[in-house]
């Protein structure tokens, strides 16, 4: 309508108008009125710019498409996931050791408290033979008496010294047993360790999983949005070959 109005008035508006109109005859049928022309111009305009337009935003969404796909196809956490597995193999390998060390450690407990019982047991025979030697002093002479007697005292005497050694051995298996017990503790605090690194790195694998999944995706984006780039620019190039032919 500015164009219009511009076109019946004596002035520069009328010279911008009459400038406009060259501009677009090129592109409009010959043989049609100045307001025709006008008109036809004003609607491949519009055309060519909507077009254009929805061009350009396509080519946006390509580009990001693009750049999202290759800034994800670029994380690459080999290097992490090797030094998780190396620190997962040290580790791992220390909890192995002192394990086979707690295995030692316990059968020398094990080893120890053995031994307290077997003396035991030979504290107990000698306690029994002490009474079966006092048992048989009845009915017998002084002198022999004294021989039982005698006798008897060194079963007893025996039976001390038995007692002793198994006291001595248990006293040994308790203070040899927390050592076991601190073995057991780093085994523990290794294996937490174990499976912390373990979880790290099932989550590192998960994220390098989802990044290819996304860059996949996000190529495909690209790839369908580049096919309808190609279908928009053939439509600008239509328009601007009907609006050439006369």
Not at 9 to 28: D, M, P
Not at 111 to 125: E, G, L, N, P, S
Not at 130 to 143: D, F, L, N, P, Y
Request: overall charge positive.
């Amino acid at each position: 309508r500015c164009l219009v109005f511009a076109a019946r008035k004596t002035s520069a508006a009328r010279k911008r108008y009459q400038e406009l109109v060259k501009i677009f005859r090129g592109w409009l049928p010959t043989g049609w009125t100045s307001i025709e022309q006008e008109g036809t111009a004003n609607l491949v305009e519009r055309q060519f710019l909507a077009s254009s337009t929805v061009s350009r935003a396509l080519l946006s969404q390509w580009t990001s498409q693009h750049a999202t796909a290759e800034s994800l196809s670029r994380y690459d956490p080999s290097k992490d996931l090797a030094d998780l597995d190396k620190e997962i193999a040290s580790k791992s390998a220390e909890t192995k050791q002192l394990a086979a060390d707690k295995g030692k450690q316990d059968a020398a407990v094990a080893a120890i408290r053995a031994k307290a019982d077997a003396f035991k047991v030979q504290a107990k025979t000698e306690r029994n033979r002490e009474a079966t030697i006092r048992a048989s002093a009845e009915g017998k002479s002084q002198v022999a008496r004294e021989e039982i007697i005698r006798q008897a005292v060194e079963a007893s005497r025996a039976a001390d010294s038995l007692d002793r050694k198994a006291a001595e051995m248990n006293a040994e298996a308790a203070k040899e047993a927390p050592k076991s017990n601190e073995i057991a503790n780093q085994i523990e605090r290794l294996e937490a360790q174990v499976d912390s690194l373990k979880k790290a790195k099932e989550n590192i694998e998960g994220r390098a999983t989802a990044a290819r999944s996304q860059s996949a995706k996000a190529t495909a984006d690209a790839s369908a949005i580049g096919e309808t780039i190609k279908s928009s620019l053939n439509a600008l190039a239509s328009l601007r070959e009907n609006a050439s032919k006369p």
